[in-house]
C-alpha cells in the first residue's frame, strides 16, 4: 500500500465495542499521483507508528531487538504438514513445540512430543513469543516462555516466533524474557502495530531500552 499512499497519521480508536473483540484504528493518508514506492520510507507508520518517547530510536545508542537477536517465525505449517506425533526414537523425528504444547512464561526443560520434520530447526536456548498478539487491553502485550539448551534442536510451529540472542546464553534469554513483558515493550508495540499478528520487519525494530539496560540485555 506504500506505493499507493503517504501517510500522515495513524489514529488508534480501540476495541469496536464490549461485544465485538476487533481493534480499530483509522488511517489518514494522501493518495500519490503515480504508483511508485518511496524509497525515504515515508509512509512506513502504516506498519510501525509514532514509536513512544520512552523508547526513541532517534537515538543511535539504542540498540533495537534486531540488533541483539535473531528473529525466526516458525516453520511448521500444521494444515500443509501432517503434525503427527512420533516416537523420539523414530528416524528424522526432532522435538517439536507449538502454541499447545508450550506453557507461557516458563522455562522448560524437555519437549515430550516430536515430529517427522526435514526442515529448518531452531537450536536452544532461545525465547519464544506466541505470533497472535492483540493490541494491549490492560496486561503485557507479549507472552515469552524460554526454551532451555537440554531440549536440543527443535521443530518450531508458524504460530511462535523465535528469539534468540545472539551470544546463545541461557542468562540473556531470562532477561530477555523479563524486558519483553515491561509497560515499555507493551506501549511501543501498542504504537507500532495493530494487527493481531506480530510481524518479524516490527519485532526487529523494537528498541531494548528500559528496566533491562541501555541495550535491554544487561
Given at each position: 500500500m506504500n506505493k499507493l499512499l503517504d501517510v500522515n497519521k495513524v489514529e488508534v480508536v480501540g476495541l469496536f465495542d464490549r461485544w465485538t473483540d476487533?481493534?480499530?484504528f483509522?488511517?489518514?493518508?494522501?493518495?500519490?499521483?503515480?504508483?511508485?514506492?518511496?524509497?525515504?520510507?515515508?509512509?512506513?507508520?502504516m506498519i510501525v507508528g509514532d514509536i513512544p518517547s520512552t523508547s526513541n530510536t532517534a537515538d543511535s545508542t539504542v540498540q533495537?531487538?534486531?540488533?541483539?537477536?535473531?528473529?525466526?517465525?516458525?516453520?511448521?505449517?500444521?494444515?500443509?504438514?501432517?503434525?503427527s506425533f512420533v516416537d523420539k526414537r523414530t528416524p528424522?523425528?526432532?522435538?517439536?513445540?507449538?502454541?499447545s504444547n508450550l506453557p507461557i512464561g516458563q522455562s522448560i526443560r524437555d519437549v515430550s512430543e516430536s515430529i517427522e520434520w526435514s526442515g529448518r530447526t531452531h537450536k536452544a536456548p532461545f525465547v519464544v513469543l506466541r505470533r497472535t498478539s492483540a493490541p494491549s487491553r490492560g496486561g503485557a502485550r507479549l507472552a515469552p516462555s524460554i526454551v532451555r539448551a537440554t531440549c536440543g534442536t527443535l521443530a518450531v510451529e508458524n504460530h511462535l516466533i523465535v528469539v534468540r540472542p545472539n551470544d546463545g546464553l541461557l542468562k540473556t534469554c531470562e532477561q530477555l524474557a523479563e524486558y519483553l513483558?515491561?509497560?515499555?515493550?507493551?506501549?511501543?508495540?501498542?504504537?507500532?502495530?495493530?494487527?493481531?499478528?506480530?510481524?518479524?520487519?516490527?519485532?526487529?525494530?523494537?528498541?531494548?531500552?528500559?528496566?533491562?539496560g541501555s541495550a535491554g540485555l544487561d
Open positions: 476487533v481493534d480499530v483509522i488511517l489518514h493518508g494522501t493518495v500519490r499521483a503515480d504508483e511508485k514506492s518511496d524509497e525515504s520510507g515515508r509512509g512506513s507508520s533495537v531487538l534486531g540488533q541483539v537477536a535473531t528473529i525466526s517465525i516458525g516453520d511448521v505449517v500444521p494444515h500443509r504438514h501432517d503434525p528424522n523425528a526432532v522435538p517439536y513445540i507449538t502454541t513483558v515491561t509497560s515499555d515493550v507493551t506501549e511501543w508495540l501498542d504504537q507500532a502495530i495493530r494487527t493481531r499478528h506480530l510481524t518479524k520487519r516490527v519485532l526487529m525494530q523494537l528498541p531494548m531500552r528500559g528496566s533491562a
